[in-house]
Each structure stands twice: as C-alpha cells, then as structure tokens.
C-alpha cells in the first residue's frame, strides 16, 4: 500500500466510526496552489468557528487518525506573536477537524464534525492527465514551452530533447539528465509565476520515498526511451486515479478553491493564462467526480452511493491588497474564470482575505480620490499606503497589460486581540462560511 492509501484507509476508518457517536461528518476540500494561502485561511476559519457560541465548536481529537494534523495551535501562535508571523510553509495533506452540536429541540441535538482537508492544488492541475496518453501529452506540453513567454526558462531542457537522436536508447543517465532538466525547468517556471505545470507531484510530492517512475519528461517520438517514458507517464496517471478514487479524495463534500488572482495579474499575461488553466483544471474534479465517480463506485459497490461535491465556494484571497471598490471586480473576475461543468454544483465566489493586514485608504491624485490601502509591510516599523491599480471584473485585455499591477508587498499581520480568541481580522470569511456551512452555522 502506498503510504496515501495508508493515510486514505486510516481516515476512512476514523471517518467511519468516530469514536461512534457523532450523527453526520462533513468534509470539505481546500484547494489551492503553494502560497495561494491555505494554511492561512484554515488557521483563519478555525479561530473564527472556535470563536462563536452558536453553535459552540470544538477542535477533535484526532483519534486513531494516520492523516497527519493541521497544526492549528501552532500556525495560530505565529500570527498572535509580537511581531506578528505568516504561518510557515506547509506541504502535502493535513486534516483539521472540529465537531459541535446542533439543538434541534424536542429532538435530540444533532452531533456534527466537520473535517477540512489541506489539499495540494499542484496535484489537482494532474486530472487533465487522466484523459490524455503520453504522446498527447508530450506534444502539448512541448508546444507550450516553445511559447515566447516560456522559451527562455526552458532552453536548456528544449536543447537537450531536441539533441536526443531520432530513436534514443532507453538509457538511464539520459532518462535521469532529461528528468532533472525537466523538474528544474518547472521549478523556474513555478518562481515566475506560471501555475500550470505539470506534473504536479514533481513540484509537490507525496509524502514517502519516490518512485522511480517519477523520473519522466515529455519526449515526442517512438523511440525506445519515448517508450521508457510513457511508461513511467503511465505508472504515474494511475497513482493520480487510485487517490482520487480513494477516501481521503473521493468523500470530499464540499470544496473551496483559493486561488491568488491578484499575483497572477501582477505577473503578467502568460502568468494569468496560466492561472486560468490551473483554475480550470481545479474545476475539472468536479467533472471528474460527476462522470467517473459515480460509475467507479456503483461498479466497486463496496461503499455507499458516492457523496457528491454540492458545493464549491472560489476564493481570490489576499484581497485585503486592495481597497474595497476594487474586490467587488476581484469577485466577478474570479467568477468570470471559473465556469463549473456538471448539475447540482452550487458555487460561489468571494474577494477573501483571510488574515487582514491593511485598512481601506483615500488618497488624493491630482485632487481625485483614489481608493487605496494601509498597512505595514513586513520589516518596516510604520505603515506605508499601497496602491496596486485597477482590478479589471473581465480577464484583461491588450491595454490593461500596458500598465500592468503594480507590486504588492507582504504585509505584516495585524495584531491579533485576545491571542486569536475572538477570531482573526479577515475580509469576507464570514460569507465564505455561511455559503458553506448554512446547514450547520
Ligand atoms: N495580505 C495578505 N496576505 C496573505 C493572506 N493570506 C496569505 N497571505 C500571504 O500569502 C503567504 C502564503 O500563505 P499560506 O497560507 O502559507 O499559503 P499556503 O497555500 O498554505 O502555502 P504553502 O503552504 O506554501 O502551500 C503568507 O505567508 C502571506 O504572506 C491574507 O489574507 N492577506
Ligand atoms: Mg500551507
């Protein structure tokens, strides 16, 4: 058993018998690329369920649990240090469960535990790969990278495939020498901003040792190390299909997808295609839950009718980088990237900021006011105003990228009253929530 499956089948035993008491378990998904801010928003939604008194919530023991824990206290106390602290990096998944009682007076109340799953965007942008054979695949891949805007990062790794003799042997040291080349060429990709860089697991790995078959690049060709390739290609789109078929994947609920729309317009135009391909490759589980869940599982028959995602909350996060009349076009720009396939999928969008740092600011330009914020950047000891420019409600055109978004710096943490007990300053968390968890809230 692969260590994820380890994980999947411990949770399903968690899941399936809680300690044997609680009446409904709700798990939801969230999504998102690495700085896209996950740790961020479940350290956020955490304090602020812990906070309320109707219902009172409380954090679950993890019981028998293998899914490694979603380091609440701790990501919680760096931001309520002095200075306050991001939470740092976090990679691979991690559960954070909470349970409370719902009064349904005469009736009895109603126990629920509600479990969100720290879940690696980067293994979401795989599902295009469960449809497409390694030819395919090799072919658009490479036609990408030839693209004006990639063609400099990627020309050592373009020099040596296109180096390769016709019908390349199937040897090892080459195989490994494109494979490094190849995950570097990511890795650079990946610090410029693009997002849609596959395959994920090679920039977010599972935990545990890696496989060989990891070891892979795309090769166009039917030579014997194209061959060697599709295979290794192969071995690792079946890894992808057996964890989304398992539990840990596959009895997700609900879902939030974080996606940081305003570093993708700060990027550039082929940054913000590339976010709007991960977003649609994020959207595509659904498409997947839909069309092949339902047929695996009444297949299988070993488990009850698949649970369906029913609700999809899309969130722009760090929206506290822009001043209120900009985050309403933020909301509407997500909205405009993110067309969800399938029925019954209700979905909503949000301009979030998870952990404020800034106030709303006027500014006064050639005596217009100008909607701006204030905060303190990291490292500085006063607050400084920042205006990164218009955010366009429409994926921009030519003229927007003639004067593109300006920088956004990182932002100290505003002080957090009470240690987080009362919660944590945030933007539009709270209707995150009740879209998500009208049902419990
Ligand atoms: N201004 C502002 N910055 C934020 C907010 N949320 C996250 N950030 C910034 O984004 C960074 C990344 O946030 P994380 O929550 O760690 O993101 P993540 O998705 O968990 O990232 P990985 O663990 O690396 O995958 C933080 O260190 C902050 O600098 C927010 O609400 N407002
Ligand atoms: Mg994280």
């Not at 190390?225 to 596959?250: I, K, N, Q």
């Not at 509407?332 to 979030?352: C, D, E, I, M, Y």
């Not at 500014?363 to 303190?376: H, M």
């Amino acid at each position: 058993m692969s260590l994820l499956e380890d994980l999947a089948s411990g949770v399903q035993r968690f899941v399936a018998n809680p300690l044997g008491v609680f009446d409904s378990t709700i798990r939801v998904g969230v999504t998102g690329l690495s700085r896209a801010g996950k740790t961020a928003f479940l350290t956020s939604l955490a304090a602020s369920l812990l906070a309320r008194s109707l219902p009172r919530f409380a954090l679950a023991p993890m019981g028998a649990s293998d899914v490694p824990r979603f380091d609440y206290a701790r990501h919680l106390a760096a931001l309520a240090a002095d200075p306050p602290r991001w939470p740092e990096r976090t990679n691979s998944v991690s559960l954070l469960a909470l349970t409370t009682s719902i009064d349904r007076s005469p009736l009895p109340p109603r126990r629920v535990r509600l479990e969100f799953l720290d879940y690696p965007g980067e293994w979401l942008i795989d599902l295009p790969l469960l449809s497409l054979k390694f030819a395919a695949w090799s072919i658009e891949t490479l036609k990408r990278l030839e693209a004006p805007a990639m063609a400099p990062a990627a020309r050592d790794f373009l020099a040596f495939v296109h180096g390769l003799p016709a019908r390349a042997p199937a040897d090892e040291a080459l195989a490994r020498a494109g494979a490094a080349l190849y995950r570097r060429l990511l890795e650079e990709l990946r610090a410029a901003g693009m997002a849609y860089l596959q395959p994920g697991r090679l920039l977010m790995p599972a935990p545990g040792p890696e496989p060989a078959w990891m070891e892979f690049f795309p090769l166009a060709g039917d030579g014997p190390l194209a061959a060697l390739m599709a295979d290794r290609y192969a071995a690792y789109v079946e890894r992808v299909r057996r964890d989304l078929a398992s539990p840990l994947f596959a009895e997700v609920d609900r879902l939030v997808v974080l996606a940081d729309v305003l570093t993708a317009l700060h990027d550039g135009p082929a940054a913000f295609e590339d976010t709007r391909a991960a977003l649609a490759a994020a959207a595509g589980a659904l498409r997947w839950r839909f069309d092949f869940l339902g047929a695996f599982t009444a297949l299988a028959s070993l488990r009850l009718p698949p649970r369906v995602i029913d609700r999809v909350a899309f969130a722009a996060t760090k929206a506290d980088h822009v001043a209120e009349r900009q985050r309403g076009n933020l909301a509407s720009l997500l909205r405009n990237l993110t067309q969800v396939p399938g029925t019954g999928v209700k979905t909503a969008h949000f301009a979030l900021a998870s952990v404020r740092c800034t106030e709303d600011h006027v500014l006064r330009l050639e005596g217009r006011p100008v909607s701006a914020v204030r905060g303190r950047v990291l490292g500085q000891d006063r607050p400084s105003i920042s205006y990164p420019g218009e955010v366009p409600d429409q994926p921009p055109d030519a003229s927007f990228w003639q004067h593109p978004f300006l920088a956004l710096p990182v932002f100290e943490p505003m002080r957090l009253p009470d240690g987080g007990r009362q919660g944590v300053p945030n933007i539009n968390l709270d209707a995150l929530l009740a879209f998500l968890l009208s049902d419990v809230l």
